[in-house]
C-alpha cells in the first residue's frame, strides 16, 4: 500500500470523510508561565520518549550515520559540480531558486512563522496547545480536513510503527472556530500551514508532504476576515 492508501484506509476506520489529510507535526512547545500552566491542570507539553522498539532502531542504525554522512556530502558535492558546469539558463534557474528560498526564510522569520504558535497563551490556539500531548503523547497527528471541521487523530501513545492501524481522534475544530491557512498564499513552497483560530490566535503545523493535498485545499478556502 502507498501512503496514500494507508491514510484513505486509515479516514475509512475513523468514520471520517476528508477532503485533505496527511501526517504532521509541531515545533517544540515553549515553557508556559507557571500560573498558565497550573491554571490549565498542569498539562503535559513534551511527547513521549522513543518506545522500546524504536530505541532498538536507533542503535542498530547508529553504525551506519558515518557513512549516511559521507554519502550526503558526496551528494551535495555532486550537486555543486553540475551547477558549476550547468548551462548559463541552469545556473540563472538555481540562483533565482537560491534567492526564493531567502525570502521564504525571511518572511517566516518576519512574520513570527519561525515559532509554533503566536504567543498568546490566554488566546484560543495558545490553550488548544496547552492540551496538545494530552490527548496523544504520540509526537504526530494525522491531520484531516473536511467540509466542516479539522479533525486531528494519533495513536493514544507513541509508537515506531503501525501509526495508521492505532489511530482515534483526539481533537475536532469546527470551522466556525478554526480555518487551515497556507501563511503565504501560495508563494513558497513549505511544508507549513497554519491553524487560525477565529480570535486571530494560529498554531503552526508542518505536513510530512511538501505542498501535499493539505496546501492545495487550503488555498481553495476563502482567508479568515482576521
Not at 522500546?52 to 549516511?68: E, R, S
Request: proline share 7%; net charge positive; hydrophobic share 40%.
Amino acid at each position: 500500500m502507498t501512503p496514500t492508501d494507508r491514510q484513505r484506509a486509515a479516514m475509512g476506520r475513523l468514520g471520517v470523510h476528508a477532503e485533505a489529510g496527511d501526517w504532521c507535526w509541531i515545533d517544540k512547545i515553549p515553557q508556559p508561565p507557571a500560573e498558565v500552566l497550573e491554571a490549565a491542570g498542569s498539562p503535559r507539553i513534551r511527547p513521549a520518549g522513543l518506545p522500546f522498539l524504536g530505541m532498538v532502531g536507533v542503535v542498530l542504525g547508529a553504525p551506519f550515520m558515518p557513512l549516511l554522512m559521507l554519502l550526503s556530502l558526496a551528494s551535495d558535492a555532486e550537486e555543486a559540480v553540475k551547477r558549476s558546469l550547468g548551462t548559463q539558463q541552469e545556473k540563472d534557474s538555481w540562483r533565482a531558486k537560491k534567492e526564493n528560498d531567502k525570502r521564504r526564510d525571511a518572511a517566516i522569520v518576519q512574520q513570527g512563522f519561525d515559532k509554533v504558535f503566536d504567543g498568546n497563551w490566554h488566546g484560543l490556539a495558545g490553550q488548544f496547545l496547552l492540551h496538545w500531548y494530552s490527548h496523544s503523547t504520540h509526537h504526530q497527528r494525522m491531520l484531516l480536513a473536511t467540509p466542516k471541521e479539522i479533525v486531528l487523530a494519533a495513536p493514544p501513545k507513541r509508537v515506531s510503527v503501525g501509526r495508521e492501524r492505532k489511530l482515534q481522534v483526539v481533537a475536532r475544530l469546527p470551522l466556525s472556530q478554526a480555518t487551515l491557512v497556507d501563511p503565504f498564499s501560495g508563494e513558497f513552497e513549505t511544508r507549513m500551514l497554519l491553524i487560525r483560530f477565529r480570535d486571530g490566535s494560529w498554531l503552526r503545523v508542518d505536513t510530512e508532504q511538501l505542498r501535499g493535498d493539505l496546501h492545495t485545499y487550503a488555498l481553495r478556502q476563502p482567508l479568515p476576515d482576521n
